[in-house]
């Protein structure tokens, strides 16, 4: 069963840059057949694609972010990165990783647990 | 502001069928037959619960079904039960400059 564990920093400050990685285990980060990424949720708000990234690093970002957003990957341990820079309490949310279909990017068959990164000093 | 449209709420009795719309534009829902849609209860994860417009993934009832006319999508979800209450939201591929788009969430009631 695949599973994907997100982990960082639960507080980051005003202005600074906000890391989460996602650890996907029970299946291959290399697989051709998805991509995977980022999804937010402010308290009590919907949800927002942040971005995604496939294997080879190819990446696809919301443009909304885009300027402030890297995702990367590191398939030696089946891991993607997030790294949102010049953070504001607008980017308090909890942040999700999953897993989307290759080619179009949805849908979005598995989710992480979810992380709550509160923009604070 | 979300670029899909969804009713805050909904609310039905058990037994009841209700049905949630997802309205986008031509460049989202009315180009592609992408939308998916999702089931999230307080506190956890969203779930895949319909997917390609009409599918659903292994595991979800049948109870639930969904389906498009022009720029909008449907999810109905029929026989409601107690454990239907939850936010539903639905998702559409919007092209290659977009990418994808989330609707703002309906929040379902079960009376």
């Known amino acids: 069963q695949l599973q994907l564990q997100e982990s960082g920093p639960g507080l980051v400050k005003p202005s600074e840059t906000l890391s989460l990685t996602c650890t996907v285990s029970?299946?291959?980060?290399?697989?051709?057949?998805?991509?995977w990424g980022w999804i937010r949720q402010p308290p009590g708000k919907g949800l927002e694609w942040i971005g995604s990234?496939?294997?080879?690093?190819?990446?696809y970002y919301n443009p909304s972010l885009k300027s402030r957003v890297t995702i990367s990957v590191d398939t030696s341990k089946n891991q993607f990165s997030l790294k949102l820079s010049s953070v504001t309490a607008a980017d308090t949310a909890v942040y999700y990783c999953?897993?989307?279909?290759?080619?179009?990017?949805?849908?979005?068959?598995?989710w992480g647990q979810g992380t709550l990164v509160t923009v604070s000093s | 502001q979300s670029a899909l449209t969804q009713p805050a709420s909904v609310s039905g009795s058990p037994g009841q069928s209700i049905t949630i719309s997802c309205t986008g534009t031509?460049?989202?829902?009315?180009?592609?037959?992408?939308v998916s849609w999702y089931q999230q209860h307080p506190g956890k994860a969203p779930k895949l619960m319909i997917y390609?417009?009409?599918k659903r993934p292994s595991g979800v009832s049948n109870r639930f079904s969904g389906s498009k006319s022009g720029n909008t999508a449907s999810l109905t979800i029929s026989g409601l039960q107690a454990e239907d209450e939850a936010d539903y939201y639905c998702?559409?591929?919007?092209?290659?400059?977009?990418?994808?788009?989330f609707g703002g969430g309906t929040k379902l009631t079960v009376l």
């Open positions: 999953a897993r989307q279909t290759n080619g179009w990017l949805v849908p979005i068959d598995y």
């Open positions: 029970g299946g291959s980060i290399s697989s051709s057949s998805y991509y």
């Open positions: 990234i496939y294997y080879s690093g190819s990446t």
């Open positions: 031509s460049s989202d829902v009315g180009s592609y037959n992408l």
């Open positions: 390609e417009g009409s």
């Open positions: 998702c559409s591929y919007a092209g290659s400059s977009t990418y994808v788009v």
